[in-house]
């Protein structure tokens, strides 16, 4: 990357660290202010920002769109702003006995960090930048964010939008390659936020470790959707399709692969099918379903469904209109489900971030628990079933970032519950008061009493018997 782009973000960095430092203390109002600016940004654009995602995939539905980038990301905005005051609150901590009788005092202040860098993928594109931007204002930082390249119309709207509504200093889009997506990941920021692949999130704890800047890593992973012999077929099936549909399946946290009761496999291989089919009648004419988003990723999904076809799988493509993919460029693909699937096959292995869904069978639970354990921890776990004693034997043996019961992605919805990894797909989270403690330093402050703590409890120098009966009731 050239020098002088270097230094442009080494040059924000510092504009935004300096107006940081020179502002504070400030007030709530002016972190209510930012995330209103934010929130008004993307109301007033939310059109123009859904055809630009439609415009950078080829084809995305503006009504998903407008619900999974537009409109989710305002509700957590506001939700940011309704608990703002009572996150902000200091808290009083206990001093031990009788420090408290003397006039002690232990308190934490959850303060700003200083400046904190958001790296975001293309798949929401504007939920998965300005969702942590909500936040990272939230606990008063100021944020520099660089979006995907693989939306460039998406990532150049956002970066003109912010530029014309905040401060240089306050908040910056930078845009760029892999290579500027690097060179982002060296600054020295007090906080680093990346939303992306296990691969290259490796990279960036790694360049971040240089500068010990600390890190939020919301990865990916193969998260598995297990059936409970009690579950409503129909229900699950339909719920199942629409995590694997929507978006075309580039969901991190879309429903991976799919573990049944051997003898109820064919039973739920046609309840999905009954689910694409009831909401999309058809795919390459139809505006709801999602392209896949580059040339690179649509020839990784169909070589998934090669290597697996190679390796013995059965492969059932739902393709409800009959419609010719073969005389199309538009990058879709009809869902494929691949039944008899083992270890061995490449879908197997990597998370498939797109419309596969391999189907394991087993004849008790657990072996869908040990398999699960035997694997990277995955973001999401989806359990369906009404069974209360197996669900629970299900999540108390299992681990994994997150779970819905009976659906998939929900909770990641819940604007209430940390949302993010663990191991593999991630480390911290945000979402919840935890997000905001994430973005903030929590910082303890004690307060001496006028009595001589120190020379009360034996603790200063000469050492003597005092010392000795300080340590004696110390552990006592
Ligand atoms: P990606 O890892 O390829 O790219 C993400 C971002 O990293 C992009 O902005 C890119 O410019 C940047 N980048 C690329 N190379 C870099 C480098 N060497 N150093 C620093 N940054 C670099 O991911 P993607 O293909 O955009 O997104 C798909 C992946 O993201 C999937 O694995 C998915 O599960 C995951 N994901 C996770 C979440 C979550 O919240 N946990 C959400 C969405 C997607």
């Known amino acids: 990357m050239a020098d002088n782009r270097h230094a442009e973000l080494v040059g924000i960095l510092g504009k935004q660290r300096a107006a940081f430092t020179a502002a504070r203390p400030e007030p709530l109002s002016a972190r209510r202010d930012r995330i209103e600016r934010a929130i008004a940004l993307l109301k007033e654009n939310g059109e123009e920002l859904c055809r630009a995602m439609a415009a950078d995939f080829g084809n995305r539905s503006p009504h998903q769109s ?14 940011c702003l309704k608990n703002i005051y009572k996150w902000s609150r200091t808290e009083r901590r206990k001093v031990q006995f009788p ?10 202040r959850y303060e700003p960090k200083g400046v904190i860098g958001i790296l975001s993928p293309w798949n929401f594109p504007v939920n998965l930048s300005f969702g942590p931007l909500m936040q990272v204002f939230a606990a008063g ?5 660089k979006p995907s390249e693989f939306t460039e119309r998406t990532s150049d709207l956002l970066a003109e939008l912010v530029a014309a509504r905040f401060g240089a200093d306050e908040c910056v889009v930078v845009t760029g390659g892999p290579e500027v997506a690097h060179a982002f990941s060296e600054l020295p920021f007090d906080h680093l936020v990346f939303t992306g692949s296990t691969q290259t999130g ?19 992973g193969k998260s598995p959707a297990i059936l409970g012999r009690s579950a409503d077929l129909e229900k699950a099936g339909e719920r199942i399709a629409l995590g694997k549909m929507m978006n075309a399946g580039q969901i991190c946290l879309a429903p991976d692969y799919l573990y049944v009761p051997a003898d109820m496999e064919e039973g739920a291989v046609a309840a999905v099918e009954l689910g694409v089919r009831n909401m999309y009648p058809s795919l390459l004419a139809n505006e709801d379903y999602a392209s896949v988003i580059s040339d690179r990723h649509f020839d990784r999904l169909k070589g998934l469904v090669e290597d697996a076809r190679a390796k013995g799988a059965e492969v059932l493509e739902i393709n409800p ?15 494929t489900i691949l039944r008899n699937v083992t270890d061995d096959m490449d879908a197997m292995k990597e998370e498939i971030f797109g419309p596969v869904l391999p189907v394991k069978t087993y004849k008790a639970v657990e072996e869908a628990i040990a398999h699960v354990n035997a694997h990277d921890r995955p973001l999401g776990l989806y359990y369906f079933g009404d069974d209360a004693a197996e669900r629970e034997e299900v999540l108390t043996r299992t681990i994994s970032g997150g779970v819905t019961v009976n659906d998939v992605l929900f909770h990641v919805s819940m604007e209430d519950l940390p949302f993010g990894g663990v191991g593999p797909s991630g480390m911290g989270s945000y979402h919840g008061v935890e997000g905001f403690r ?35 009731m110390m552990m006592k």
């Open 438 to 472: 994430e973005f903030s330093h929590a910082r303890s402050i004690y307060t001496q009493p006028r009595v001589d703590i120190a020379k009360l409890g034996g603790m200063k120098p000469p050492y003597g018997p005092a010392a000795v009966k300080a340590a004696r």
């Open 141 to 145: 930082n100021r944020a520099m964010l």
């Open 99 to 108: 420090l408290g009788l003397l006039g002690a005092r232990a308190e934490l």
């Open 321 to 335: 209109a009959d419609e010719d993919f073969s005389q199309s460029n538009a990058r879709k693909m009809p869902l």
């Open 202 to 220: 490796r990279k960036v704890m790694e360049a971040a470790a240089k500068n010990l800047v600390p890190v939020t890593l919301e990865l990916g």
């Open 66 to 79: 407008m619900i999974t980038d537009i409109a989710g990301t305002v509700g957590f905005g506001r939700y």
